[in-house]
């Protein structure tokens, strides 16, 4: 290995399994992966379709919070599949999976009813059809979330049996 150049890189795709443009393959392609990219393209959806709107106190309500769902489910999306969430260890990144579906599954049915309701246009029912079409697939988010949160929970203290935690 010496004579071609090359080193053995301890981050290669032996660790993470197969990466293409930096991203692991293995976790774009699993569950929680796939249910992040739905939410990712059910909530940009449901914002496109409300920007079309765009006129009333509830579309402009469902408008920010489908653009701050989007957003930090796209953060996340992105922290797991590159695994830059092993370097920014100040956040729980498993928690804040969770909180981040929790928190999108409530904001969206809160916000998304005034927009069903109001006799806006049938944009703006196909945009609250989408957002609750994204409450569904966060909602399964948080199912899996709390999983993955619960399985690091227990490698955690599993690894650190013997550390005192202050």
């Not at 392609?29 to 920007?51: D, R, V």
């Not at 989408?130 to 199912?143: D, H, N, Q, R």
């Amino acid at each position: 290995m010496a004579s071609s150049g090359k080193e053995a890189d301890p981050s290669s795709s032996a660790d993470h399994g197969e990466r293409k443009c930096g991203l692991d393959m293995t976790y774009v392609k699993s569950i929680n992966g796939i249910l992040k990219a739905k939410q990712i393209g059910w909530s940009l959806l449901a914002f496109t379709l409300a920007c079309i709107v765009g006129n009333g106190v509830a579309i402009v309500f469902f408008i920010i919070a489908t653009l701050c769902g989007w957003t930090m489910t796209f953060v996340i999306w992105f922290m797991f599949a590159s695994h830059t969430y092993k370097k920014v260890t100040r956040v729980n990144w498993f928690i804040a999976d969770l909180l981040v579906s929790l928190g999108a599954c409530v904001l969206y049915v809160a916000i998304g009813i005034p927009v069903l309701i109001s006799p806006f246009s049938p944009v703006s029912i196909a945009a609250g059809v989408f957002g609750f079409i994204a409450v569904a697939s966060y909602g399964a988010g948080c199912f899996y979330s709390f999983k993955r949160w619960r399985e690091s929970k227990k490698r955690q203290s599993s690894d650190n049996q013997y550390a005192v935690d202050y």
